[in-house]
Nanobody, 131 residues
Framework: QVKLVESGGGLVQAGGSLRLSCAASGRTFSSYASRYGMAWFRQVPGKEREFVAA????????TYADSAKGRFNISRDNANNTVWLQMNALKPEDTAIYYC????????????????????WGQGTQVTVSS
Protein backbone atom coordinates (compact mmCIF):
# COMPACT_ATOMS: atom_id res chain seq x y z
CA GLN A 1 0.00 0.00 0.00
CA VAL A 2 0.96 3.59 -0.55
CA LYS A 3 0.01 6.44 1.74
CA LEU A 4 -0.03 10.03 0.53
CA VAL A 5 -0.32 13.02 2.87
CA GLU A 6 -0.70 16.55 1.50
CA SER A 7 0.03 19.79 3.31
CA GLY A 8 0.66 23.43 2.55
CA GLY A 9 -2.77 24.66 1.56
CA GLY A 10 -4.27 27.83 2.91
CA LEU A 11 -5.71 31.24 2.16
CA VAL A 12 -3.75 33.58 -0.08
CA GLN A 13 -4.49 36.76 -1.99
CA ALA A 14 -4.57 36.80 -5.78
CA GLY A 15 -1.05 37.07 -7.14
CA GLY A 16 0.42 35.27 -4.17
CA SER A 17 2.16 31.93 -3.90
CA LEU A 18 1.77 28.65 -2.07
CA ARG A 19 3.81 25.47 -2.02
CA LEU A 20 2.01 22.20 -1.54
CA SER A 21 3.79 19.08 -0.43
CA CYS A 22 2.89 15.41 -0.71
CA ALA A 23 4.68 12.92 1.50
CA ALA A 24 4.61 9.37 0.16
CA SER A 25 5.16 6.27 2.26
CA GLY A 26 4.61 2.54 2.18
CA ARG A 27 6.67 -0.52 1.44
CA THR A 28 5.45 -0.78 -2.14
CA PHE A 29 6.30 2.80 -2.86
CA SER A 30 9.76 2.56 -1.35
CA SER A 31 10.55 -0.51 -3.42
CA TYR A 32 9.24 0.71 -6.76
CA ALA A 33 9.26 4.49 -6.48
CA SER A 34 11.14 5.04 -9.72
CA ARG A 35 8.26 3.55 -11.70
CA TYR A 36 5.59 5.74 -10.17
CA GLY A 37 3.84 8.64 -11.80
CA MET A 38 2.97 11.35 -9.29
CA ALA A 39 0.35 13.99 -9.94
CA TRP A 40 -1.63 16.85 -8.52
CA PHE A 41 -5.33 17.20 -9.25
CA ARG A 42 -7.83 19.70 -7.94
CA GLN A 43 -11.55 19.71 -7.40
CA VAL A 44 -14.26 22.22 -6.60
CA PRO A 45 -17.73 21.23 -5.38
CA GLY A 46 -19.99 20.07 -8.18
CA LYS A 47 -17.18 19.61 -10.69
CA GLU A 48 -14.99 16.72 -11.76
CA ARG A 49 -11.48 16.34 -10.49
CA GLU A 50 -9.17 18.35 -12.74
CA PHE A 51 -5.60 17.53 -13.70
CA VAL A 52 -2.99 20.10 -12.68
CA ALA A 53 0.49 18.59 -13.09
CA ALA A 54 2.34 15.28 -13.06
CA UNK A 55 5.86 13.93 -12.99
CA UNK A 56 7.55 10.59 -13.09
CA UNK A 57 9.29 9.83 -9.84
CA UNK A 58 12.58 9.29 -11.70
CA UNK A 59 12.22 12.72 -13.26
CA UNK A 60 11.97 11.45 -16.83
CA UNK A 61 9.00 13.70 -17.62
CA UNK A 62 6.69 16.39 -16.33
CA THR A 63 3.29 17.37 -17.69
CA TYR A 64 1.17 20.42 -16.94
CA ALA A 65 -2.38 21.46 -17.57
CA ASP A 66 -2.62 24.55 -19.72
CA SER A 67 -3.97 26.45 -16.72
CA ALA A 68 -0.82 25.63 -14.75
CA LYS A 69 1.86 26.23 -17.38
CA GLY A 70 4.14 29.12 -16.55
CA ARG A 71 2.72 29.51 -13.03
CA PHE A 72 3.04 26.12 -11.31
CA ASN A 73 6.05 23.87 -10.95
CA ILE A 74 6.01 20.22 -9.89
CA SER A 75 9.17 18.79 -8.39
CA ARG A 76 10.23 15.92 -6.15
CA ASP A 77 12.61 15.21 -3.33
CA ASN A 78 13.58 11.58 -3.83
CA ALA A 79 15.50 11.35 -0.59
CA ASN A 80 12.44 12.30 1.43
CA ASN A 81 9.76 10.74 -0.81
CA THR A 82 8.08 14.11 -1.25
CA VAL A 83 6.48 15.76 -4.25
CA TRP A 84 6.05 19.51 -4.32
CA LEU A 85 3.72 21.82 -6.21
CA GLN A 86 4.93 25.39 -6.25
CA MET A 87 2.07 27.67 -7.24
CA ASN A 88 2.79 31.27 -8.21
CA ALA A 89 0.63 34.10 -9.51
CA LEU A 90 -2.41 32.47 -8.00
CA LYS A 91 -5.86 33.43 -9.25
CA PRO A 92 -9.28 33.10 -7.59
CA GLU A 93 -10.12 30.36 -10.09
CA ASP A 94 -7.31 28.27 -8.60
CA THR A 95 -9.44 27.88 -5.47
CA ALA A 96 -10.05 24.15 -4.93
CA ILE A 97 -9.12 21.14 -2.89
CA TYR A 98 -5.79 19.89 -4.19
CA TYR A 99 -5.08 16.16 -4.19
CA CYS A 100 -1.86 14.26 -4.60
CA UNK A 101 -2.04 10.99 -6.53
CA UNK A 102 0.27 8.10 -7.39
CA UNK A 103 0.17 5.59 -10.22
CA UNK A 104 2.41 2.48 -10.23
CA UNK A 105 2.65 2.28 -14.02
CA UNK A 106 4.10 3.88 -17.09
CA UNK A 107 1.71 6.36 -18.66
CA UNK A 108 1.40 8.12 -21.97
CA UNK A 109 1.03 11.91 -21.94
CA UNK A 110 -2.72 11.46 -22.30
CA UNK A 111 -3.01 8.89 -19.53
CA UNK A 112 -1.17 11.15 -17.08
CA UNK A 113 -4.06 13.61 -17.17
CA UNK A 114 -6.76 11.05 -16.28
CA UNK A 115 -7.71 10.67 -12.63
CA UNK A 116 -8.76 7.04 -13.04
CA UNK A 117 -5.19 6.11 -13.99
CA UNK A 118 -4.04 6.82 -10.42
CA UNK A 119 -4.42 4.18 -7.73
CA UNK A 120 -3.53 6.12 -4.61
CA TRP A 121 -4.83 9.44 -3.36
CA GLY A 122 -4.19 11.74 -0.46
CA GLN A 123 -6.90 13.34 1.66
CA GLY A 124 -6.57 16.72 -0.05
CA THR A 125 -5.59 20.19 1.07
CA GLN A 126 -7.73 23.30 0.62
CA VAL A 127 -6.38 26.22 -1.38
CA THR A 128 -8.38 29.45 -1.31
CA VAL A 129 -7.37 32.46 -3.37
CA SER A 130 -9.12 35.71 -2.54
CA SER A 131 -9.58 38.52 -5.06
Amino acid sequence: QVKLVESGGGLVQAGGSLRLSCAASGRTFSSYASRYGMAWFRQVPGKEREFVAATEWSGAWTTYADSAKGRFNISRDNANNTVWLQMNALKPEDTAIYYCAAAPRSMTPTMRRIANMYDYWGQGTQVTVSS
